[in-house]
């Protein structure tokens, strides 16, 4: 993981912003902690802190022509294809068999190619190219849209950055939330190509925006889900799959020792096998755990039938209640995230789990994705309804969850105000008006492609972009082989009858899983990830709430049900609604004030 910043200006002189340019290399620290380098000229600044497993050239990439700077580059992210698009570049026949860095491939890919380099490019990445030439800067990100990448304008010019805190704390952006960014705040929603602060943008998956010196914006789509009639059978399907599966891993574990986050189901565990045959070393794997779960199905045996079953390097990290609740913990765990949530001590576990591991492996594998691509959303055939609204939130509102988890202690007065159902209601049929489909689908076929598609666009940002975060702010570099886009255009195409064949649910999956996987992962039940239920940790989360409402000065107030957030206060069983629900109230309510302070974000309502 690296992390990357920038500012352009066309009347400014930005060579001598030292301080400014010192805090948006401190900035970057919550994504590569080795710190960075920045280049800069009188129109523009770029900045790239240091990934710790690189021991190549580090910093912005420069290309000169004539003894001048035409064209620099910084790149955030893991590029499958480096080498062979530096030979492709004739970099070997330049500079030598040395391994160049990714932002060195970019810089002479844009060159070549200009913003037509986004689609020689595999793997996930995050960029920027400023070209010295024309004044153009170039903002793109990967397809599935996975390494994170914001912007904002200043007057005359662009700011960038990996991460909103650092946008943030620049001295010419100042951080409001509205009523369309207190939604996305509270529902975990952002429109596309929006953030969740006033004037805040994130450049869309498969997308370069080109930066104009007069103001103009062009937006490039380069890479598009597509909808196509399935005509494999079931067994060309099967090893088509299998093909795309292995081909994913391979190129993410290529000539570097890497994890494999494992929790004993299918989906981690198949990457455990698949690590194994195709390096023909013993996995390094590594779970975390601690002593008490609402986990309805235990772990732990089908952990240890991995371990046997490959003899894997195994770390079991164990975390206590106490590292949980450490203040300075939550500190650097909020600061790793763009944006608050109610996971709590889910937000806790993959950081202290990232950072154990960090000691001996930068990069890791999760499983991640896999449901979505292999068909573990839907529990059967008959009948699937067209969805109304996202799926999650329809099932989190039988829970009596109206607006999403972590909502039910903001002032409903206010949430009617700021009417987060039509937000969310608009934010739904946008996302909807862009599922790919044929004409001819039946309408089960069209409920499978909006469900699949939804959940990648939408839930992965809160699933999988979380884990990155996390995961790169503890020092290591977070990749997902099931959240490959090649597998995705494959499996999107795939028939739900042969996703679900036999009555089992990721059957394709399971099928090539045979021989990867001990026989007692093949066919177990899935459990969700561990939460803490730990008396403790409960006490601290309602001494932290009653220290909240005590504290006038807390911005949260403004926008928090002071009453029903007493009544937890004083009755602490309260946290207990939904086995976990009524925690994740108050763990919103806590997350959101400390995001507003640190950001020092003024609401206008």
Not at 92 to 107: M, N, T
Not at 443 to 448: I, L, M, Q, T
Not at 542 to 565: E, F, G, I, M, N
Request: hydrophobic share 40%; proline share 5%.
């Amino acid at each position: 993981m690296a992390g990357i910043a920038g500012w352009t200006d066309g009347q400014r002189d930005l060579s001598g912003e030292h301080a400014e340019l010192a805090r948006m290399v401190t900035g970057l620290r919550g994504r590569a902690r080795d710190g960075g380098a920045a280049w800069t000229e009188r129109r523009a600044a770029l900045v790239q802190s240091t990934d710790p497993a690189w021991r190549g050239p580090t910093g912005p990439a420069t290309v000169e022509q004539d003894g001048r700077t035409v064209v620099v580059a910084v790149c955030d992210g893991h590029l499958r294809d480096a080498a062979g698009l530096w030979d492709a570049l004739g970099g070997r026949r330049d500079h030598g068999p040395r391994r160049p860095s990714d932002s060195e491939v970019i810089a002479r890919a844009y060159l070549r190619w200009g913003s037509g380099l986004a689609e020689r490019l595999e793997g996930l990445c995050a960029f920027a190219v400023w070209d010295a030439r024309s004044g153009d800067l170039l903002l793109g990100r990967d397809r599935m849209g996975v390494r994170p990448l914001s912007w904002t304008r200043t007057g005359d010019g662009v700011v960038f950055a990996s991460d909103v805190a650092t946008l943030t704390a620049h001295s010419r952006v100042t951080p409001e939330a509205d009523a369309d960014a207190l939604c996305a705040l509270l529902t975990l929603m952002r429109e596309d190509g929006r953030g969740a602060l006033r004037g805040v943008h994130e450049v869309p998956p498969a997308t370069v925006l080109r930066f104009a010196p007069d103001g103009t914006v062009r937006t490039h789509t380069y890479w598009t889900l597509e909808a196509h009639e399935h005509v494999l059978d079931a067994d060309a399907t099967a090893k088509e799959a299998d093909r795309l599966l292995r081909a994913s891993v391979s190129a993410d574990i290529a000539g570097q020792d890497t994890a494999v986050l494992l929790s004993g189901g299918l989906d981690s565990s198949v990457l455990a096998g698949l690590v194994a045959t195709g390096t023909r070393r013993r996995p390094v794997t590594a779970t975390v755990s601690f002593a008490h779960t609402t986990s309805r199905i235990p772990d732990r045996p089908f952990i240890e039938d991995v371990v046997r079953f490959w003899d894997c390097d195994h770390e079991d990290v164990v975390v206590g209640t106490d590292e949980v609740r450490d203040p300075a913990t939550l500190a650097e765990v909020l600061a790793a995230k763009d944006y608050p949530t109610p996971w709590g001590d889910k937000n806790v576990t993959p950081y202290l789990l990232s950072r154990s591991l960090s000691t001996h492996a930068q990069v890791a594998l999760s499983g991640e994705a896999a449901d979505t691509m292999f068909g573990g959303l839907y529990g059967d055939l008959d009948g699937i309804p067209e969805p109304t609204t996202f799926p999650w939130l329809e099932q989190a509102r039988r829970f009596g969850v109206t607006h999403g988890i972590g909502t039910g202690l903001f002032d409903p007065a206010l949430l009617r105000a700021i009417d987060v159902d039509g937000y969310l209601e608009r934010v739904f049929r946008t996302a909807l008006d862009r599922v790919p489909v044929l004409p001819d689908d039946s309408p089960g076929r069209r409920a499978v492609r909006q469900i699949d598609h939804l959940t990648v666009t939408r839930l992965l940002e809160q699933t999988m972009l979380h884990t990155e975060r996390l995961a790169a702010a503890a020092g290591v570099q977070m990749r997902f082989p099931f959240a490959d886009h090649a597998l995705y255009s494959f499996m999107y195409n795939v028939p739900v009858a042969m996703k679900f064949s036999g009555g089992r649910t990721k059957s394709i999956l399971r099928d090539l899983a045979r021989g990867l996987v001990p026989p007692s992962v093949l066919e177990r039940k899935k459990s969700t990830f561990p939460a803490l239920y730990d008396d403790r940790y409960k006490a601290d989360v309602t001494a932290r709430l009653r220290a909240l409402l005590d504290d006038s000065s807390a911005p949260v107030h403004a926008v928090t049900d002071l009453a029903a957030a007493t009544r937890v206060a004083e009755d602490p069983r309260l946290l207990d609604r939904g086995g976990w629900l009524g925690r994740a109230d108050v763990e919103m309510l806590l997350q959101l004030d400390a995001w507003l302070r640190r950001h020092q974000v003024r609401l206008r309502l």
